[in-house]
């Protein structure tokens, strides 16, 4: 038998009798309740250790699992056991940590196992961070844990230095003390650190798995989670359907004390989870085909597209013909900051020059943010002043950006610099070249009102711009590689402190986490002295990291949204979780569709 049709023996033999191991169902999911959903962006497959598309990572979350997880109501987040058995052992204040894992937790079925059932060990959470550490695989997400475990800098200095990393090379902060058992010794006390090993990309992975496919590991993702991938036509659709091996649970979470929580303990509590069966995700980039698929039924929630927030709301109200249809809304600020990044790389836009950092600054002048507010969001946005935004510990609610919207200063300091207007009222370099931006944009309307908004700022200031339209995996491919000029971006916390915004401009992590491809000594002095202290003492740093945002501009900080979810009547059990992106497991659909 060939590996495709072995594969497809899985898909098929997942709810069938008479399949070996897999008939032997523990998931509570029926697969007639279908949840159908759609993407604004598509993925860019589902090896996180490679990237941190959040789209791809919204599908890892329902498919991988961390040793950690986060408690599905309770305000402010708190970490509960997932795949360990209880919380982890500290010792020496926070520099020792010691994890128990549950036995009798199972990979999905997949050839790489050769018919044997596989069993979830703690050398499983060991090779998922020798993999982040690989310098061949350019994690994003290496940042979270560079200098941090002890042993485990030299074995990726020796792999920098020889090419090949030594996957068999003991670590000495890295031990499996037996099967179960996994103990992280780290090179300094990081209370932060369980909130690291919640993330997604920390998820327990098979060896065996990644070896067998190789290059095509990022479509065949093979997790113990409460899904599993059944379907995946790249940039179109993903289908998942539940794990039949999959342990489940009991719905029994307590209520904030909100009536949006009041009314969940009372539908969900005492259910087996996950009831869902099969999860239907359609990548929609045009933000009005996504609202008519919601309106006319075909998706059962979806965040409000901008465009269709005057369609749905009355001010922060859901209309009344919404809501006689039964429609629920639950209004959500996400922990999170959009932003511009400039590649601190690119021959115009880069580099540390007084001119090249007056004609960033300018350009962050010219941008004015309460009309993008506005125009771009319909309203549901704020500012956000500082790199830590709010919901997240670091954050301060009285700082204020030192840097606001100016054309007048804008247009000073570029005649200061030598930017000189040319006979059509556009600049030149100071060298007289012709200036022109470029400006890495998607294909959707959004976009569209986006891109006029940056030429309407920008006119203004006598600097041409043109826009290069692609889509968000292409983009991010480009940024990853420093190879952009100018691209948008935003980011939603994946631990709830301030360390995982300000990684994202780290030098260490240029052309993976960092997309500006920023190296600044002064910012990664002030982020390293922020690692050395508890995480709720480096609020002052924070500040000054941010200060040091805007003295050098490799970003524009601009807002943090408003997220307006809209769910059909038969979905129960919905709320947004501030680090959680995938509840799917959480949900169940009253009425069965046919």
Not at 65 to 94: C, F, H, M, W
Not at 274 to 280: E, S, T
Request: net charge positive.
């Amino acid at each position: 038998m060939n590996l495709e049709s072995k594969l497809l023996r899985i898909a098929l033999c997942a709810y069938a009798i008479g399949c070996g191991e897999l008939a032997i169902a523990k998931t509570p999911a029926q697969p007639n309740k279908i949840l159908n959903l759609a993407f604004e962006a598509p993925d860019d497959g589902f090896d996180m250790v490679k990237t941190y598309n959040y789209y791809s990572g919204n599908i890892a979350e329902a498919i991988f699992e961390p040793l950690l997880k986060y408690d599905y109501l309770a305000r402010p987040v708190v970490l509960v056991p997932n795949t360990a058995q209880s919380l982890p052992k500290i010792e020496q204040e926070g520099k020792v940590y010691t994890f128990k894992i549950q036995p009798g937790i199972y990979f999905t079925e997949d050839p790489a196992f050769k018919g044997k059932r596989r069993e979830l060990t703690a050398q499983d959470y060991i090779y998922s961070i020798q993999r982040i550490s690989d310098p061949k695989n350019h994690s994003p997400t290496y940042s979270f844990i560079d200098g941090k475990i002890q042993g485990l800098a030299s074995v990726v200095a020796q792999a920098k230095k020889t090419g090949k990393f030594d996957y068999d090379a003991p670590i000495a902060g890295l031990k499996a003390l037996d099967k179960y058992t996994l103990q992280f010794t780290l090179t300094r006390p990081d209370y932060n650190f369980p909130y690291i090993l919640a993330y997604v990309t920390f998820s327990g992975t098979a060896r065996e798995v990644v070896e067998f496919y190789g290059d095509r590991i990022a479509q065949h993702p093979v997790g113990t989670g409460p899904y599993q991938l059944s379907k995946y036509v790249p940039r179109s659709k993903i289908e998942l359907v539940a794990n039949p091996d999959y342990r489940g649970f009991i719905w029994n979470y307590k209520s904030t004390g909100t009536a949006w929580d009041n009314q969940l303990v009372k539908e969900m509590t005492g259910k087996k989870m996950p009831q869902v069966g099969k999860v239907v995700v359609s990548i929609i980039e045009e933000e009005q085909s996504r609202w008519l698929a919601f309106k006319s039924g075909q998706l059962d929630f979806d965040k409000l597209t901008s465009n269709a927030v005057p369609q749905a709301l009355n001010g922060t109200q859901l209309k009344p013909e919404l809501k006689k249809q039964g429609i629920q809304h639950f209004p959500n600020k996400d922990p999170e900051i959009t932003y511009t990044m400039f590649n601190m790389k690119d021959p115009i836009v880069g580099g540390y020059s007084l001119d090249k950092i007056a004609l960033r600054r300018a350009i962050t002048l010219a941008y004015n943010q309460e009309e993008a507010i506005k125009q771009l969001y319909k309203g549901q946005a704020v500012r956000a002043e500082m790199l830590v935004p709010d919901g997240v510990q670091g954050h301060n609610a009285q700082y204020r950006s030192s840097v606001a919207y100016n054309p007048l200063l804008a247009n000073k300091l570029l005649d200061r610099f030598g930017y000189k207007k040319a006979k059509d009222g556009y600049r030149t370099l100071p060298n007289g070249q012709p200036l022109t931006l470029k400006y890495n944009t998607e294909n959707s309307s959004s976009s569209v009102i986006h891109s006029e908004l940056w030429k309407k700022n920008l006119d203004a200031i006598g600097v041409r711009v043109e826009f290069k339209v692609s889509n968000f995996a292409d983009n991010l491919k480009e940024a990853m590689q420093c190879k952009h000029m100018i691209w948008g971006g935003a980011w939603i916390a994946d631990f709830p402190e301030g360390e995982n915004f300000a990684q994202l401009l780290y030098g260490p992590n240029s052309g993976k986490g960092n997309l500006s491809c920023y190296q600044s000594k002064a910012y990664d002095s002030l982020y390293q002295q922020a690692l050395t202290l508890p995480p709720q003492q480096r609020q002052p740093f924070y500040e000054k990291i941010s200060r040091q945002i805007e003295a050098d501009n490799p970003w524009i900080i601009h807002t943090t949204r408003i997220r307006n979810w809209l769910l059909q009547p038969q979905v129960q059990g919905y709320k947004a979780h501030p680090m959680m992106n995938t509840v799917w497991q959480y949900l169940d659909v009253q009425s069965i569709k046919k």
